[in-house]
């Protein structure tokens, strides 16, 4: 990495991006201050468990590609299969034995180093064409991360109408989901209770029904998005005059009330 003169590229898997984080950046921005063009691509796998990839799209990936691209670093995600993984420069290239891809290896595997010409070239003609075909790898995660989201909320969605159930057997009253979106993590749920019906309710029991199910749909929120903080508001209420109860669960913004009906 260090001997890069005009260029340094790499295909590395998310795992060795994140293992040699404090290398990759520390050359990055050595490499780019001297006019040096950094290229990274980055297999970003999705057949991984949802939470591994919930955790990875918050967390270190995310994290790593924001810092390698302000130490001046190009990082994609090639659309390609690679069918190796690889460090070269300008005469030089180090890339792995043993035939595993980018996309299941572990990092382990035994690399060979060169500075054959035709190899070399070889080598940066398939990663130019692998290049070619790549998305910004940010890109990419947010295409995880959508995916992700939506399988969640259908798995959330299901757990809140059972939930819904469990809410009406106590009194506060019969909900449905009126809309989701699940790239803000956002689900508007209303009271299917006529206005007469609903006013009678709250008015014979004896505490307020509304809070209640709104800290409740809080708390449903936070178990269904580990990780976030959750808010829930009523943005619609029998008792303002309104011809139905709403409320609109969606992530903590900075300085909002986890629950607040202001």
Do not use: K, L, P
């Given at each position: 990495l260090a001997r890069s003169k005009r260029e340094l590229c790499c295909v590395l898997s998310s795992e060795q991006l994140v293992y040699n984080l404090s290398t990759l950046v520390t050359e990055a921005r050595t490499r780019s201050g001297k006019g040096v063009s950094v290229k990274l691509l980055v297999s970003i796998r999705s057949n991984v468990n949802r939470g591994q990839m919930l955790g990875s799209v918050r967390g270190e990936i995310a994290d790593a590609v924001k810092a390698l691209k302000a130490a001046g670093a190009e990082v994609r995600h090639p659309l390609d299969e690679s069918l190796m993984l690889m460090a070269l420069n300008d005469d030089e290239v180090t890339f792995n034995l043993l035939g595993e891809s980018a996309i299941t290896s572990s990092g382990g595997s035994i690399g060979v180093y060169t500075n054959h010409r035709d190899t070399i070239e070889r080598i940066r003609e398939y990663f130019d064409k692998l290049w070619k075909n790549s998305v910004d790898v940010s890109d990419r995660l947010k295409e995880i991360s959508l995916a992700v989201n939506k399988d969640v909320l259908k798995d959330g969605e299901d757990g809140l109408k059972k939930y819904f159930e469990r809410l009406s057997g106590m009194g506060m009253g019969h909900f449905a989901i009126e809309s989701s979106e699940p790239d803000r993590k956002t689900i508007v749920i209303i009271c299917t209770d006529p206005a007469e019906e609903r006013i009678a309710a709250k008015k014979g029991a004896s505490g307020n029904i509304c809070e209640s199910a709104r800290g409740a749909f809080r708390?449903?929120?936070?178990?269904?998005?580990?990780?976030?903080?959750?808010?829930?508001?009523?943005?619609?209420?029998?008792?303002?005059?309104?011809?139905?109860c709403e409320f609109r669960l969606h992530p903590l913004e900075a300085g909002e009330k986890a629950v607040n009906n202001d």
């Open positions: 708390s449903f929120g936070e178990f269904i998005y580990q990780g976030t903080r959750m808010a829930c508001e009523e943005v619609h209420c029998v008792s303002r005059g309104d011809d139905h």
